[in-house]
């Protein structure tokens, strides 16, 4: 059967057969004597690629951008809101000492030692508020931190508990809290438009917090690392990279999708983004209504983190003294 989308053809995808992502095929697999489509979703994790056999593109895989779907499709904007991705863009890169930029694929090229970085040259761009406003036991995390910081500590890695299981218990919950509304919903003339609401309310939440996933991926070495954190990460990198056979020989050519931070750190660098996401939104394009819903849904993850902090804040081995030099 002759394939009809190309391989590195970029296209829209329903993941799950109900929520349309933009996605990429990255190649052609035979399984069992039968070609699939190896799909790719954008910005997410190669564990959630899709196997789509030959004769079953038509209702799953569709050619152009997820804008052209929604036009096709007549989606209104509150149910497109679950498919919107925040685009991975940031300052352009600075030169160096030597007057050249670093032009390398992969990780940004490092700023100089010292405390967490952040951009101050964007003036805000949106009228919704972006800031999070930490309740009491994040803001223990947040102040202990500091402290241990500025006595020259670093928290130790790997973590107990990682950002990747953190949204996957949280992700959890939300599935829980979907049944439940959806459960309460009476039968009636309004019960199907009632379920479409609480289904879409809890597709945007869930595509929010993978966006926070890949928000801290990006952003980790530029926005949260102190100078001597930086160090640690660079060996976290190359001993990763060793493990799972990728050639490089800078870890600025370690793909961010191959190596992810967020199976390595927990809540104290979750916590730092939070406090930093109002600087880091300020790149999206995203109009203020979807960033409203965005911001509802990490609020609404910000009281998940507090009523289980101690649970992933405990457990962990604390800090060490920084000896990266």
């Known amino acids: 059967m002759e394939a009809k989308f190309k391989v590195g053809e970029k296209i829209v995808c329903l993941h799950e057969n109900t929520t349309p992502y933009p996605a990429k095929v990255t190649a052609i697999r035979v399984v069992r004597g039968v070609d699939n489509y190896n799909v790719h979703y954008t910005n997410w994790h190669r564990r959630y690629d899709e196997l789509v056999p030959f004769g079953e593109e038509e209702g799953k895989m569709f050619k152009g951008t997820l804008e052209d779907y929604n036009q096709n499709n007549n989606i209104p904007p509150e149910e497109a809101m679950k498919n919107v991705s925040i685009r991975k863009t940031g300052p352009q890169p600075k030169a160096g000492a030597d007057g050249?930029?670093?032009?390398?694929p992969g990780r940004p090229k490092k700023e100089k030692r010292?405390?967490?970085?952040?951009?101050?040259?964007?003036?805000?761009?949106?009228?919704?508020s972006l800031e999070v406003d930490l309740p009491p036991g994040l803001l223990k995390v947040l102040g202990e931190d500091h402290s241990l910081i500025?006595?020259?500590f670093i928290p130790e890695l790997p973590v107990t508990h990682s950002i990747d299981i953190i949204i996957g218990e949280y992700l959890a919950k939300v599935e829980s809290d979907e049944k439940r509304e959806l459960a309460e919903i009476k039968e009636g003339e309004s019960a199907k438009r009632e379920k479409n609401k609480?289904?879409?309310?809890?597709?945007?939440?869930?595509?929010?917090?993978?966006?926070?996933?890949?928000?801290?991926?990006?952003?980790?070495?530029?926005?949260l690392l102190t100078g001597k954190e930086r160090f640690q990460h660079s060996a976290l990198l190359r001993q990763e990279a060793t493990k799972k056979h990728i050639r490089f020989k800078s870890v600025l050519e370690i793909p961010t999708?191959?190596?992810?931070?967020?199976?390595?750190?927990?809540i104290v660098h979750l916590v730092r983004m939070l406090t930093k996401i109002d600087v880091l939104l300020q790149v999206s394009e995203w109009n203020d209504y979807f960033m409203e819903k965005f911001m509802g849904a990490v609020r609404?993850?910000?009281v998940f983190l507090?009523?289980?902090?101690?649970?992933?804040?405990?457990a962990e081995g604390g800090y060490k003294t920084a000896d990266y030099q």
């Open 100 to 104: 050249k930029e670093s032009r390398k």
């Open 114 to 128: 010292g405390g967490p970085t952040h951009s101050t040259s964007s003036e805000p761009t949106h009228s919704v």
């Open 150 to 152: 500025g006595r020259d």
């Open 198 to 223: 609480v289904l879409v309310k809890y597709a945007g939440i869930r595509g929010a917090s993978r966006q926070l996933v890949e928000m801290f991926n990006a952003c980790l070495n530029n926005f």
């Open 257 to 266: 999708d191959d190596v992810r931070s967020s199976e390595h750190y927990g």
């Open 300 to 302: 609404d993850f910000v």
């Open 306 to 314: 507090e009523a289980n902090y101690e649970k992933y804040w405990t």
